[in-house]
């Protein structure tokens, strides 16, 4: 069973999948980086207030999200313009996870783990998408190693969640006196 080939003028699901995955992960650290430099005050309080409401990034998210969807159904680019499509789309995403412990908890401190978590299950399916091959086309020694690959990710899973109990309380107790002092 072959696959059906690309449509002319438009970009393989795969390569949307990078885009996408690229512009979530430069955004997400990007977002990370602006919001530690607000509180220490090192860079100005770029945070927008509405009516001395602090209206956060998860906000512009969801609005970049809906805006890349219907612009996606309503005009159904091809070409460059779906590829930029690709782009919003990551970065929509990213600014909308990277606060998902706020909006799943409805409120709480902007360093919750439950964000990290969405934005590296996120990033996972992304790259999947983008650098896996189809299960059509898979053999056994794809089997073998994937599941090769999913003890290495969850011993790496193991470790990493050793040390980020380390960087929570090494480093958790200056986050969170950032966040309590930092600009309102």
């Known amino acids: 069973m072959t696959a059906e080939p690309t449509p002319p003028g438009r970009p393989r699901a795969t390569a949307l999948a990078r885009r996408t995955l690229f512009a979530f992960i430069l955004t997400f650290i990007a977002s990370r980086i602006v ?22 990034h998860l906000n512009y998210g969801i609005f970049l999200l809906v805006a890349v969807a219907a612009y996606l159904l309503l005009a159904a680019p091809m070409g460059r313009k779906l590829s930029a499509a690709a782009l919003a789309y990551g970065i929509a995403l990213a600014l909308t996870f990277d606060e998902f412990g706020m909006w799943l908890h409805l409120g709480g401190l902007y360093w919750q783990r439950a964000s990290y978590d969405a934005v590296v299950t996120i990033a996972a399916v992304l790259a999947l998408i983008a650098y896996g091959s189809t299960l059509r086309k898979w053999r056994p020694r794809h089997i073998i190693t994937a599941i090769a690959l999913i003890l290495v990710l969850c011993a ?18 200056k986050l969170y006196e950032l966040e309590t002092t930092g600009p309102s």
């Open 35 to 56: 919001v530690v430099l607000i509180m220490a005050r090192r860079i100005p309080n770029m945070y927008f207030f509405l009516r001395g409401t602090h209206v956060h």
């Open 156 to 173: 790496f899973g193991v470790v990493l969640k050793k040390s980020l109990k380390w960087a929570d309380r090494s480093f958790g107790p």
